[in-house]
């Protein structure tokens, strides 16, 4: 009867403990139906990924010195690498495996984005709502300093300036194509993929490229190069079908000036489509005078050349002069903001953020922001603007900060938040994170890289816009580090730090294209 006794009572443990483990899992369950539910109508009717995530960072990983790489998905909601649960410590796309991804290119509106490996100069396709690799667009002979790819997915542009070799990829074709351009750095095409613009390393002149068509025959490139005026090459060799072409952009009121261009870096499309901002470098780039110079589009399309005298017309509108810097811009449909540095008396050079007002071509306002080699700028929620920007800890702020200089000039850090004019409200800018090495009055970065920076993160390499989340995300310094769009202060980023050195970062699901 003991013996009988002890066996009922071991039963029916069992059975509580086989009850307590399916009312947990049941929990668990619930809770991640709870946690991460999706609306019966997605917006756009996009797919429900595979993490169950709604609101999902993309970060470029790389690790063993560029040998391999990653792409790991963060919960931007929630902050943090798993989910809420625990039952999943990370997410990643599926079938990535190329090193060194330091360029993401993102659509969120087409659920789509392509990943660049400097590494292996390849370009993968990623399918957001799988999460997965769905397969290669392309690789270049060498590797890009600039790659543009439009919406629309046609064709995809790079510029490989080692060899000084445009390449084109024509989707529609199968087909890829060199075009020769030496010392070419930088491509850029507008989203209906119409115009294609090229810059050159320490040059005046812009380039753009021309699809040759039924009226315009040429039997060998030799003839192409000759016939068309302006042309530097055309490809392929026998029937050429593509030509990169001088932009004529001729000041009428001073058609003797040697240029219109000085030192152009890159270019913005308006948001009408009707113009295009090309951004002048200036004395940042060794240049004389650094400023902004409008053309219309109607005279870059790809597709309008003709052989009529003159082959292509003119595309000049005007030139503005901004003597703070340019070498990025963005732009809210009336002010462009524009991004650059200014030499100062001792020879360094000191950040500036200039706000254009687009109908009256005057600038409005210049602020002082953080120093460096600008490359990012996005709008975000509470207002504001953000700049990132690349070797910061060798401008003005810099050195007064060795100086012992301890206001706020004396934080060199590579990120700023701009507060835009609202009512009688100017605008105002802060350099994040807010540190301040006064002897009185120490403050030091809140979440130290592994280099143990007391006072400096690194170049921003990433930015993105969590839309309606007030955060940004950033790789800062080769780590992931997020902050408040509200103040500017920095989110613990302890459940979002990754393992290796994040290269950039993309808003998977945001609204619109504008979030990177």
């Known amino acids: 009867m003991k013996n009988r006794s ?86 990643s796309i599926s079938g990535y495996s190329s090193g060194f991804p330091d360029l993401i290119l993102n659509f969120p509106s087409e659920i789509t984005g392509y990943v660049y490996s400097n590494t292996l100069g390849d370009v993968q396709i990623v399918n957001y709502g799988k999460e997965s690799v769905t397969g290669s667009a392309g690789t270049f002979p060498a590797k890009s300093t600039g790659l543009a790819i439009p919406p629309t997915f046609g064709h995809i542009y790079s510029a490989e300036e080692s060899i000084g070799q445009l390449g084109i990829i024509d989707n529609s074709t199968g087909k890829s194509y060199g075009l020769n351009l030496p010392n070419v750095f930088q491509v850029v095409v507008n989203t209906g993929d119409s115009v294609v613009l090229a810059m050159v390393r320490n040059s005046n002149t812009i380039y753009r490229v021309i699809k040759l068509n039924a009226n315009t025959p040429y039997a060998t490139s030799t003839e192409a190069v000759a016939g068309v005026t302006g042309a530097v090459d055309c490809e392929p060799f026998n029937i050429p079908v593509y030509c990169v072409v001088a932009v004529n952009s001729v000041n009428p009121a001073a058609p003797a000036a040697p240029s219109t261009f000085d030192r152009p870096v890159n270019a913005y499309f308006s948001l009408d489509g009707n113009s295009v901002y090309v951004l002048n470098c200036g004395p940042e780039c060794g240049g004389t005078t650094a400023g902004v110079t409008y053309l219309q589009n109607g005279a870059l399309q790809v597709n309008t050349y003709t052989n009529n005298t003159p082959a292509n017309p003119n595309a000049f509108l005007a030139t503005l002069p901004v003597p703070g810097g340019v070498t990025a811009a963005v732009s809210d449909g009336t002010t462009l903001y524009v991004s650059g540095q200014q030499i100062q008396s001792d020879g360094l050079l000191a950040g500036n953020l200039s706000a254009i007002n687009l109908a009256a071509n005057t600038i409005t306002s210049v602020t002082s922001i953080s120093d460096g080699n600008h490359t990012k700028m996005l709008f975000a929620d509470d207002n504001t603007l953000w700049v990132g920007s690349q070797l910061c800890a060798t401008g003005e702020r810099a050195a007064r900060s060795a100086q012992g200089i301890t206001d706020q000039t004396a934080n060199y850090n590579c990120l700023t938040r701009v507060a835009l004019p609202s009512g009688s409200t100017p605008i105002s800018a802060s350099i994040i994170p807010a540190v301040s090495q006064s002897p009185t009055s120490t403050v030091a970065v809140p979440y130290p890289n592994t280099n143990q920076n007391q006072f400096y993160y690194g170049d921003l390499t990433g930015l993105c816009w969590v839309q309606s989340l007030h955060k940004v995300y950033t790789a800062y310094g080769g780590q992931i580090h997020a902050f408040n769009t509200a103040d500017g202060s920095e989110i613990n980023n302890k459940n979002i730090t990754v393992q290796g050195t994040a290269l950039d970062v993309a808003y998977m699901d945001a609204a619109t294209d504008a979030a990177d």
């Open 6 to 91: 002890l066996f009922t009572q071991s039963l029916r443990a069992q059975i509580f403990c086989g009850l307590l483990i399916a009312v947990a899992t049941l929990g668990l369950t619930s809770c991640q139906e709870v946690l991460y539910k999706f609306p019966q109508f997605t917006f756009a009717n996009r797919p429900i990924p595979p993490s169950l995530l709604a609101n999902r960072v993309l970060v470029g990983i790389t690790a063993n010195g560029g040998a391999s790489g990653s792409l790991e998905i963060l919960d931007a909601l929630n902050d943090l690498r798993g989910n809420i649960q625990g039952t999943k410590l990370s997410f």
